[in-house]
Structure formats: structure tokens, C-alpha cells
């Protein structure tokens, strides 16, 4: 292999991860914003409640924003961690909880995303093989993972003597990793059938 066709291949290398990594920050943030338009209403009403408490007592009110937050990763599977009355905490998922699963159809989501996510990344790479182009579509991870650490971190709050948060392992490892690594390689693969 020559020294141009070996620095070319490395461009088109690095091109690949920069697309994919954008395509994953894009999504991160896109679901979140779908999330945001679609359930901050609801999410506000829940929280009423609880901020004319904190009001009572001189503490900040949750913004909807990071309630919305909690419910985006809900919607990955990632269980909110709530401080209990008597020590300790417990996980629930708010959209499981909601009434007669109405809220279910934020499951889908992220997966949804994610895959048209991988059908991007693949096609941006020009895959014509499905293995290719799942590596290509693999790595929207490098996009989605950081901001998932970081949303996992911008959506915590203090309560008390206790913390409302996702669940920081399972926020990091299954939305952050898992989801973008599984959706985006089959949307890649996929993408490979869509080749002229």
C-alpha cells in the first residue's frame, strides 16, 4: 500500500467517526428535544406539587427541564432514583407509571432515532456491505455516550438529604453505550440495502 492510498483511507476513517459522532450528539439532543416538546407540559403539572413545597420551605423548584430530563431517560430504560421518606431511595420509571401506558410510545423513541441515525451513518460512509456499514452506523456511540454522561449529570437533583437522578450506571452503560452501539449498527446495516 503507498503512502498516499494509506493516508487516504485514514481520512476516510476519520471522516466516518466525525459523521457518526455528529449524528449521535445530534440525536442525543434531538430526542431530547422531542421529549421536551411533547412532555413538558405534563411534566410541569407533576411537579406543581412538589415546587409549592419546595417554595414553602426556601428551596429551588425543580425546573421542567430536568424533569423532562428524567422521563427522556426513562424512556431508555433507565430508572429515576427518588430519595424515600425513611432513607434510602427507590427507582421507578414515570413513563411505565403513567396512566394506562399512555406514555408508552417514548419507548420507542431513542430506538427509532438511533436507527435512522445508523441508516445515515452508513450511507454517509457508502457502505454497500452490511458489515460495513454496521461498523458505520456503530459509531454514533461516540456522539450519544459523552452526552449521555453528561445528561446523566445536568439531571440531577438535590432532595433533601437524598438525590432525583438517573441511575448513573445504567445511564452511562445502556442509553449512553448499549442503545447507539445495537440501533445504530442495524440502521448502518440497513443502510447497505439502500446502496445504488
Not at 124 to 148: E, K
Request: neutral net charge.
Amino acid at each position: 500500500m503507498s503512502v498516499p492510498d494509506r493516508s487516504s483511507r485514514q481520512s476516510g476513517i476519520v471522516g466516518r467517526a466525525a459523521a457518526g459522532a455528529g449524528l449521535g450528539a445530534a440525536t442525543y439532543v434531538l430526542g431530547y428535544l422531542v421529549t421536551f416538546l411533547t412532555q413538558s407540559g405534563r411534566v410541569e403539572d407533576q411537579l406543581r406539587g412538589v415546587n409549592f413545597f419546595a417554595d414553602l420551605f426556601g428551596r429551588d423548584p425543580i425546573p421542567t427541564w430536568q424533569g423532562v430530563g428524567w422521563v427522556y431517560y426513562n424512556a431508555h430504560f433507565v430508572d429515576t432514583e427518588i430519595p424515600a421518606l425513611v432513607g434510602g431511595a427507590r427507582s421507578m420509571n414515570l413513563i411505565s407509571q403513567a396512566d394506562g401506558g399512555s406514555l408508552g410510545w417514548l419507548f420507542v423513541l431513542p430506538p427509532l432515532l438511533l436507527f435512522v441515525a445508523g441508516i445515515a451513518a452508513g450511507r454517509f460512509s457508502g457502505a454497500t456491505d452490511a458489515v460495513v456499514g454496521a461498523r458505520s452506523g456503530a459509531l454514533v456511540v461516540a456522539g450519544y455516550l459523552p452526552l449521555a454522561v453528561i445528561g446523566a449529570f445536568l439531571f440531577r437533583r438535590a432532595m433533601g438529604d437524598g438525590t432525583v437522578a438517573p441511575t448513573l450506571v445504567t445511564a452511562v452503560l445502556l442509553a449512553g453505550a448499549v442503545y447507539p452501539a445495537v440501533f445504530g449498527s442495524i440502521g448502518g446495516a440497513v443502510s447497505s440495502l439502500l446502496s445504488d
